[in-house]
């Protein structure tokens, strides 16, 4: 990552989410896919964010990645960061079958509510795959959730780094195949997506799922 992100020519500047509920490791995964590190973390409070500069597809890419608390009592300040992100990755621990079921019964819920891009581009991330011998969720219902719901789907682990990287790669390569998630990336486009509005839910607009 840039010491001085300002003075780095990019092409496109995505916003990608990452929701999940607290401890499915998103700021493990985030950390791991930023720094080539991993921490066991504390929860996030409120949002955090990373940047990271990438080159995929030919195009120098800035991505800025939204990384959200999943505790109840953040859920309200978060609602506004759904907003511009043109992908969603949605992480459940493979270990843990409430992260899985919160997914459908919280996260997608969400999704549809705060949503402001009708095709943004969701991943599904079964994470804490090195710990196989606890898995309560199997690969086949990661598979089947993604298809019900539209998303790409891959199962990783941020403490062995095993599919970390190609998660993120696999979702902004989507990203950069949708021409109007494109339009909107443009670096030409005036935009400050780093100072976000106050978080009203928008729940007139039309959701990506």
């Known amino acids: 990552m840039e010491a001085s992100s300002s003075s780095v020519e990019f ?3 995505f916003k990608l989410l990452m ?14 896919f930023t720094s080539d590190a991993f921490e066991d973390l504390s929860p ?3 949002v955090d964010f990373k940047v990271k500069h990438v ?3 030919g195009k120098k890419l800035k991505l800025a990645i939204w990384d959200t608390a999943g505790q109840e009592r953040f859920r309200t300040l978060t609602s506004s960061y759904y907003r511009g992100a043109q992908g969603i990755i949605m992480v459940y621990d493979v ?51 993604a298809r019900e719901y539209g998303c790409l789907f891959i199962e990783c682990s941020a403490k062995t780094r095993a599919n970390v990287e190609q998660s993120f790669e696999e979702l902004v390569l989507k990203i950069l195949d949708t021409p109007s998630l494109l339009a909107e990336g443009s670096a030409g486009v005036k935009k400050n997506i780093f100072r976000q509005n106050p978080p009203e ?5 039309s959701g990506c799922c």
């Open 55 to 57: 080159t995929l597809g």
């Open 201 to 205: 839910a928008d729940a007139s607009t």
């Open 44 to 46: 996030t409070i409120g």
């Open 11 to 13: 092409d496109y500047l």
């Open 95 to 145: 270990t843990r079958r409430d992260t899985f079921t919160n997914l459908s019964d919280i996260w997608a819920k969400e999704i549809d509510l705060y949503s402001t891009n009708q095709e943004c581009i969701k991943m599904l991330v079964g994470n804490k795959v090195d710990k196989e011998s606890e898995r309560v969720v199997s690969k086949k219902e990661g598979i089947d959730f």
């Open 19 to 32: 929701i999940g509920d607290s401890g499915v490791g998103k700021s493990s995964l985030l950390l791991s």
